[in-house]
């Protein structure tokens, strides 16, 4: 307890850990309806494209939570045009269009670098992100997004998850399932701005899909999935941060960066609930046998 | 812009275009883009740990390339592919970031391996992309039945004794080999679009093999030499203006052919 | 032991049909020889005691409901799938010899971007399996010209075979399955979208293949109707059980009765049969259980 009340007290990591919590537990509460929906791969696509506006942010001199947000939501709105049944990891115009997201980011970070100095590193966090070099004044903005998130989400989860089982029986019943998508949709853009702020545009997948596996790979039943998944998420921003601060003084001087260790723990977290998930399994077989 | 510092550089991207050009055709029809995708993302750690190291940058990226791949092939069989490869590409990510945050130099080397770089080439370097791509384009022109088979007709290929996995295997080990040559010219992230782009260009323009094939590489090439000199000339990532040069490519090759329908 | 007695029954049809079988070709092995065969997924038996004996120049057709093992059994002809028991033999053989059995799988799924031309298709069928630069000689296109004519697809050989209809790709393949002269042709559900013209000329080009060249056939359908004049033997799915033996000792009440367990009435009409089971039609018995998304899988195979 003692050390958390110590690390309590240095501002920087009041903030990383303030964010990186209400992030996690977004992120993670969207995932597990993402990974339900089929839908990792437009997760994974939106970060692409969230970098866009992280970059021109970046370069404009904007908040760049704001580049990701109105980057991600616009594609994650573009996405529901288009069809997200649509996108998929073999379609060859999808992977050019995020090839040239790709390429804008990297102009816009040259061109950020180049006037900027020594803007080099901060471009870079841009993609991989720092919970320690979060502004102050970004805090209640992520704050307010994570809330909108969660409150969202949990008031449209039944015709969510309807949608999700069902599409042709939660139309007939007289679910509005092209607006309930189109929401999602915002709801997943609003998700994958916040994982960008947090460990970064690159790895901001890390924090939506892995706790979101975690949770629906050891539990049955949706509200046990999504507590396992944001507890995940939370273990693993806590432990990132506080090993990665720590590390400081293991390594004299050479720090990890902070997004490395959550999403190194994040897989490791993700491999450990397969194991138990396999073990599972296993058991359900065996006993079945011996009746 | 041909100075004799550049020369490597000129004759790399050409080489690099030429390989990816044959290869892409393959990636393109087999709809193997998602390996396309995650290989060259999965190398990008190698190639940090080898600046780490003190090593030759391509020595890393063939390594990492080649685990990546045979790692990937692995995963994508037992069929529980997306979570687990994202969860793995995504932690090869941070994990080369985190390899060259403890080098020095560390934002410009991220930056010439995520999105290329005109002077990464050395002369040991080159002869190295040259062997790779030419190996790469000599197994898949060797196996080019087989791989036609298992992509047109995979259902078919077991009856005619294609053994379906190993074909892939090998061409999955193609796709390290070219990625190794290409990433440290083009980027890790921006390989995509050189080896996805031009070829699904030519497919839409072409109806039989080798004129896809033929049409593709000079696609390729085109975009690269277009990509070098202008990299050059306003000293941006080359892999910028491949993925614009690309894009364009393959957005007038749709629409022509859509006019001739 | 009403399953087993039920089973047995079923096993009567099925010796009717061997004796059949073995009246054609007397002392000779037959082509196909398939017997006790059971294939479990898991806990669930998917196959059960499949007999079947198919000789040179047969036109078997697997019937069934989606689900109900067609493609299953298929793919144990193939070797893809080894039978949790019993034995499938090819001439005798465990593993059939390259070329003795040509394969049309159930989907296709061509692109329209492909750059591959029909008769390219075709010839993959001959050497799809070569290793190697090795040319394509005259003798070669010839062999594969004359494929494409038998099956009428001479017409558009040089077109995108990714732009044709699906009754001319479904032709090309089966040229393709042809061309390098197997003894058995298997099809897996070939008729599934076809419109009905089409679909009877396939029936048609099918029964001709199997005349002018001896060559056995194997055909997946879950509607009878449009096979009824061409078919030798019915193998018949249901619930894990079959039925075998000539169309008019299958199709009828008792013995699909025996197979599904409750009553099925068999009508003909106007030269049509229709299998009637009271409320639920059987089509839909296999589905709605896959339907369920399994939330486990959920997370592995989600986009």
């Known amino acids: ?291 | 812009m041909f100075d004799a510092y550049l020369m490597n550089t000129w004759i790399a991207s050409t080489i690099v275009a030429l390989g990816a050009g044959v290869i892409g055709v393959f990636v393109v029809m087999r709809g193997d883009s998602f390996l396309a995708h995650a290989i060259p993302h999965g190398s990008f750690s190698g190639a940090a740990i080898a600046v780490l190291l003190g090593v030759s940058p391509v020595a890393g990226l063939g390594v990492a390339a080649v685990i990546a791949a045979v790692l990937m092939h692995a995963l994508g069989r037992k069929g529980h592919r997306d979570a687990v490869i994202a969860l793995i590409l995504t932690f090869l990510l941070a994990g080369g970031a985190f390899a060259l945050s403890l080098s020095g130099d560390y934002a410009n080397q991220v930056y010439a391996l995520l999105f290329g770089q005109v002077l990464a080439v050395s002369d040991s370097d080159l002869l190295a992309m040259c062997i790779l791509a030419v190996v790469a384009v000599t197994v898949v022109l060797m196996l080019i039945r087989p791989l036609l088979m298992t992509s047109v007709l995979p259902e078919q290929a077991g009856v005619q004794g294609i053994h379906g996995g190993l074909v892939a295997l090998t061409f999955t080990i193609v796709i390290a080999c070219i990625t190794t040559a290409s990433v440290p010219v083009v980027g890790a992230m921006l390989l995509f679009s050189l080896l996805i782009a031009p070829p699904a260009a030519a497919c839409a323009l072409s109806h039989t093999l080798g004129r896809t094939i033929a049409l593709s590489c000079v696609f390729t090439v085109l975009c690269m030499w277009v990509s070098v000199a202008l990299s050059v000339v306003f000293d941006f990532p080359v892999g910028f203006f491949v993925s614009l040069t690309t894009a364009t490519v393959y957005i007038a090759a749709k629409l022509i052919a859509k006019a001739r329908a | 032991m009403t399953r087993r007695q039920s089973l047995n029954r079923g096993g009567r049809v099925d010796s009717a049909n061997e004796a059949g079988s073995a009246a054609t070709a007397p002392g000779v092995r037959p082509l196909l020889d398939i017997r006790d065969v059971e294939v479990r997924m898991g806990r669930r038996a998917i196959l059960n005691d499949i007999n079947l004996s198919v000789g040179d120049g047969d036109f078997i057709g697997l019937i069934g409901a989606n689900g109900a093992g067609k493609t299953t059994l298929m793919r144990a002809i193939l070797g893809d799938i080894t039978p949790s028991r019993g034995d499938i033999r090819i001439l005798g053989q465990h593993r059939a010899r390259m070329g003795m059995i040509g394969y049309v799988p159930q989907k296709i799924e061509l692109e329209a971007d492909l750059p591959i031309r029909a008769k390219d298709l075709v010839a993959l069928g001959l050497d799809g399996q070569r290793v190697g630069f090795g040319m394509r000689g005259a003798s070669f296109w010839k062999q594969v010209d004359h494929a494409m004519r038998g099956v009428g697809a001479g017409d558009f050989a040089d077109r995108p075979v990714g732009r044709l209809s699906g009754g001319q790709q479904q032709r090309v393949l089966i040229a393709a399955a042809i061309v390098a002269n197997p003894r058995l042709l298997l099809l897996d559900e070939p008729l599934a979208n076809l419109d009905p013209a089409n679909t009877d000329d396939i029936i048609a080009l099918l029964d001709s293949i199997r005349r002018e060249r001896g060559i056995s056939i194997i055909l997946s359908a879950h509607d009878i109707n449009p096979l009824l004049g061409v078919l030798d033997h019915v193998v018949y799915l249901a619930e894990g059980r079959s039925a075998i033996g000539a169309t008019d000792e299958v199709i009828r009440s008792d013995t699909l009765s025996r197979l599904y367990r409750h009553h099925i009435e068999v009508l003909h009409v106007d030269g049509r049969v229709m299998v009637m089971t009271g409320q639920n039609s059987h089509a839909h018995a296999g589905d709605e259980r896959r339907t369920v998304p399994g939330r486990g899988e959920g997370a592995d195979d989600a986009g």
């Open chain 1, 1 to 291: 307890m003692n050390v958390i009340e110590a690390l309590w007290q240095v501002e920087e990591l009041r903030i990383a850990l303030i964010v990186g919590s209400t992030v996690a537990v977004s992120t993670a509460f969207v995932g597990v309806f993402t990974v339900l929906r089929g839908q990792s791969f437009a997760g994974h696509s939106l970060t692409d494209l969230a970098s866009v506006g992280g970059s021109a942010a970046f370069l404009l001199g904007v908040n760049q939570l704001w580049g990701f947000l109105v980057g991600s939501v616009l594609a994650a709105l573009g996405m529901h045009w288009i069809g997200v049944e649509r996108l998929r990891g073999r379609d060859v115009a999808t992977g050019i269009v995020l090839g040239t997201g790709m390429g804008f980011t990297s102009l816009f970070l040259t061109l950020a670098t180049m006037r900027g100095g020594s803007g080099g590193s901060a471009a870079v966090s841009i993609l991989f992100g720092s919970l320690f070099a979060i502004d102050p004044r970004t805090v209640p903005i992520v704050v307010v997004l994570s809330v909108v998130c969660v409150l969202a989400l949990a008031m449209m989860w039944k015709q969510a998850l309807f949608t999700t089982v069902s599409p042709q029986l939660a139309s007939a019943k007289g679910v509005r399932i092209n607006i309930v998508n189109a929401l999602f949709m915002c709801v997943l853009g609003i998700a994958v701005a916040l994982g960008s702020i947090s460990v970064g545009a690159v790895l901001s997948t890390a924090l939506l899909i892995g706790p979101a596996a975690c949770g629906l790979a050891v539990s049955k039943r949706m509200r046990d999935s999504v507590a396992v998944a944001c507890s995940v998420g939370l273990a693993c921003v806590w432990a990132g941060v506080v090993v990665s601060y720590e590390s400081y003084s293991w390594t004299r001087g050479h720090s990890w960066s902070v997004s490395f260790c959550i999403v190194a723990l994040v897989l490791v977290c993700y491999l450990l609930c397969r194991g138990i998930r396999m073990i599972m399994d296993s058991r359900m077989e065996s006993g079945v046998a011996h009746v």
